[in-house]
Each structure stands twice: as structure tokens, then as C-alpha cells.
């Protein structure tokens, strides 16, 4: 349980089911966090974690203004020291706001530009406070919040997709462009995670039948089985540590699967009966 023993991260986008579950799994592993959130619930996430013995610093900020990316930055460095890790994982996910987006006849030019400032432009806002840190201490991790909705076209969804899209240009540019200093940056892209239920505890099923929209989960994805905020925090665990010290500029789906195969998928498993 030390795999983050000595490393200094941020993560923005912390008080959300997500977020708090890998601020919590690098905590557990010894990490020392600074939680970002536009909400000021981070305050009470970073206060369950203290008191479960956990050092982290809960900051309220918007992730699409400048000063604030500076300013949790130097949060960091002025608390801890040093900054090794940056999850930039904060994005525009609200109900009331995702289901406005729909197709590019549908959209304003508006509600585009304000998804991809707080999805895309926040993973370069953080990324360009932190690199020169990271560079002084000779290297670090980022880790930016993808999405396998930027995978391939839909039907909706344009605005998140294309500001996805754009995630995943941003980290390989940065993997790129700072590499030589000993910097990292690699993408994750889940899938569709249900939210925990009431208590705070993940979904009591765990068969893809039982969680609505099952159908459309079934049709695509390989493994039988949901997904949980875990599985992303342990794949965000795995490339804040050492262990991925040779793994820079990936996009990695945390996905069931989804993915992975052929689009007939469905199709055939119809037509086999399955």
C-alpha cells in the first residue's frame, strides 16, 4: 500500500464520484493530494479522507479559469513541496447538461466552445502550470480523463466527443513535446460508469442485465459485467506510480471491451443466438 509513497498529486474534478474515488485509491497509497472542485462539497470529501488518516488539501476552483489552474499549483507546491502527479479529470458531465448536446445542427457554437474550455482547456491549463514544476523536480505524471466517446461518430453527444477529441491530442502533444525532461502524459478513456448508488457504495448488481440502459451496454461491450468508479482509480494508481515509468503519449480504454472488436458485434451475437 506504498506504491505513491512520497508523490505529491493533484486532481481536479475531486469531489465527484470518480475523482473522489482515485483521489482516495492514491491516498491509500501514499500519496499526498490536493482535491480540485468547482463545488465546495470538496471540502467535505477532503474532510472524510483526513479522517480516515488520509493527507489531503480540498481546493474550490474552476478548472477553465487560468488563475485558479495557477493557483492550485502553487497550492500544491507551497504545501507539500514538490508536484509529481496531475489527474486532470474535471469535465462538464451534469445531467442537465449533457443532455443538451446532440448533433451539430442542434448545437450552438456557444454550448461547444464552453465544453471544450472546461474539458480540453483545462487539461492544457494544468498541464502548463505543472510541466515546469514537474521539470524542476526532474519528471512527473499526467493523466488526463478521456472518454470512449471520442472513439468513433454518435448520434449526439458532439460537443463532449469533439472536446474528448482534443484530450487526447493534448496529451500525446505533451507526452511529446516534454518527454526529454522526464515528463509523462497518458489518457484514460472509461466507458460507461454507473454512478454509486445512495449510500455511496457502488451498485449492489454487478450484471449488465440489471443496470438500465442495459441493451445498449450488452450490444457492445465484451465482458459481462459493470463498471465502477475502482477501475478507473486503480488504472489512474498504475500511472501515477513508477510502475508505468515506460508508458507515455497512451490512450488507455477502461472500457469492458467496448472498443475493442469489430462493429458487427452486435449483429452477430444476434444471429448466434447469445
Not at 30 to 49: F, N, Y
Not at 129 to 147: C, K
Request: proline fraction near 4%.
Amino acid at each position: 500500500m506504498d506504491r505513491l509513497t512520497g508523490k505529491v498529486a493533484i486532481a481536479t474534478g475531486a469531489a465527484g464520484a470518480l475523482g473522489f474515488a482515485g483521489v482516495r485509491a492514491m491516498a491509500a497509497e501514499g500519496a499526498r493530494v490536493v482535491m480540485m472542485d468547482l463545488s465546495p462539497a470538496v471540502h467535505e470529501r477532503a474532510k472524510d479522507l483526513v479522517e480516515r488518516g488520509y493527507d489531503v488539501t480540498p481546493f474550490t476552483g474552476d478548472v477553465s479559469v487560468e488563475s485558479d489552474m495557477a493557483a492550485v499549483v502553487t497550492l500544491a507546491t507551497e504545501t507539500y513541496g514538490r508536484l509529481d502527479v496531475l489527474w486532470n479529470n474535471a469535465g462538464l458531465v451534469g445531467a442537465d447538461w449533457i443532455l443538451r448536446d446532440t448533433d451539430v445542427v442542434g448545437v450552438s457554437h456557444e454550448y461547444l466552445m464552453r465544453t471544450i474550455g472546461v474539458n480540453a482547456g483545462s487539461v492544457l491549463l494544468g498541464s502548463k502550470y505543472a510541466v515546469p514544476v514537474m521539470a524542476g523536480s526532474g519528471g512527473g505524471s499526467i493523466i488526463n480523463t478521456s472518454s470512449v466517446q471520442a472513439a468513433g461518430g454518435d448520434l449526439a453527444l458532439v460537443a463532449y466527443g469533439t472536446s474528448k477529441a482534443a484530450v487526447n491530442y493534448l496529451t500525446k502533444s505533451v507526452a511529446t513535446s516534454f518527454g526529454h525532461l522526464g515528463i509523462r502524459s497518458n489518457a484514460l478513456a472509461p466507458g460507461m460508469i454507473p454512478p454509486p448508488g445512495p449510500s455511496g457504495a457502488p451498485a449492489r448488481s454487478h450484471r449488465l442485465e440489471d443496470i438500465a440502459p442495459a441493451q445498449l451496454l450488452l450490444d457492445s461491450q465484451m465482458l459481462d459485467t459493470v463498471g465502477e468508479p475502482a477501475d478507473v482509480a486503480n488504472a489512474v494508481v498504475f500511472l501515477a506510480s513508477d510502475e508505468s515509468r515506460f508508458i507515455t503519449g497512451q490512450l488507455i480504454y477502461v472500457d469492458g471491451g467496448v472498443t475493442g472488436h469489430l462493429p458487427t458485434l452486435s449483429d452477430r451475437r444476434r444471429q448466434a443466438g447469445a
